[in-house]
């Protein structure tokens, strides 16, 4: 029997875990700190748009994690920037019965384009996803997801290209847990196109009126298309997909917020923030492509400074980022 270890438990992770605890999906949730010690102790507050329950988990701390067998499949939710340690920490554990963790399939919920890659040094068998879901974690022992009537949108496939019985299973899985899932054979498209959204959480850290904040995001998206392109990525359209997202929405008074993504949630709590994994990552392609991105890296340098100075959301003006003339 599959059963899936979730490796995180912010938002995306322990959202999924929840979902798998109601719909009886083997799973055990695997995290670390306040967070984890909160879940395993009291279980975790889920807050849906009808209602707030607590659910009582099966989870861990990294330190004491479960013994992994045949059949488990790795669900990495932790940020693209804690990638290379956690791929590090779990590939080389040993299986029951014979072989290392490494030669288990691990699926990749990252945003940017970085993770795979990474995981693909350790792992042999890699499942990257695309995920659309209005989730919240600011709060310790605390969830907020407030998409309906379904928990988000994912779109699931081999990494770095193809199809196979496991990836079907993983979204057969993720649809029966409530998900909206589909599975492609070019995963890499998803992920830049959802890359060319991403590019623009960082707006949200800034104050300023919210036409100079729309014309800053539409400019860094603009911007990131042109590198995306000539970094030899087609990024999927909307019509390509094959299940039905039109009546999937936030629910209003679920609470989520507008300008409240996970990039403002991580300096909210006073964690490292995935910036450099975002308008970084147009910025490295357009260095390796000799396509200028100076947006992207005017807004990286500044929210690096952000974070490097202890600042938090809306202390410095958008204006002040230092758009290049």
């Known amino acids: 029997m599959t059963r899936y270890i979730i490796i995180g438990a912010g938002a995306v992770g322990a959202s999924l875990a929840a979902e798998f605890e109601t719909h009886g999906i083997p799973y ?48 990495l939710t932790v940020k693209a920037q804690d990638v290379e340690a956690a791929t590090d920490f779990w590939a080389w554990r040993d299986v ?79 649809t029966k847990a409530g998900y909206l899932a589909e599975a492609s054979a070019d995963i890499r498209r998803w992920k ?50 094959t299940i039905d997202i039109s009546g999937w929405r936030v629910a209003e008074g679920s609470g989520i917020e507008p300008g409240q993504q996970s990039t403002w949630q991580s300096f909210v709590r006073g964690t490292s923030s995935e910036v450099d994994y975002l308008n970084g990552e147009i910025v490295r392609l357009g260095r390796l492509h000799d396509t200028a991105a100076p947006l992207n890296a005017a807004v990286q340098q500044a929210v690096a400074r952000l974070a490097r100075d202890g600042g938090k959301p809306g202390s410095l003006d958008i204006a002040e980022v230092g758009w290049p003339a």
């Open 96 to 174: 029951e019965g014979a072989g290392l963790a490494s030669e288990l399939p691990l699926v990749t919920l990252q945003n940017g384009l970085a993770a795979e890659d990474i995981a693909l040094r350790r792992f042999s068998r890699v499942y990257a996803a695309s995920i659309r879901i209005p989730a919240r974690y600011t709060v310790t022992g605390e969830v907020v997801v407030g998409g309906e009537p379904n928990i988000g949108v994912v779109t699931l496939g081999r990494y770095p290209q193809g199809l196979d019985g496991t990836a079907s299973t993983i979204v057969s899985d993720l």
């Open 192 to 241: 830049a196109a959802k890359l060319l959204h991403n590019v623009t959480n960082a707006v949200e850290l800034f104050a300023g009126t919210p036409e100079a904040r729309a014309k800053a995001a539409t400019e860094l998206a603009d911007e990131a298309q042109i590198v995306l392109k000539a970094a030899g990525y087609d990024a999927a359209a909307p019509s390509e997909r």
């Open 28 to 75: 055990v949730l695997v995290g670390r700190g306040a967070q984890i010690a909160h879940i395993a102790a009291h279980g975790l507050s889920y807050r849906r748009p009808k209602e707030t329950r607590v659910v009582r988990l099966n989870a861990v701390d990294t330190a004491t994690p479960p013994t992994l067998r045949q059949g488990d499949i790795l669900v």
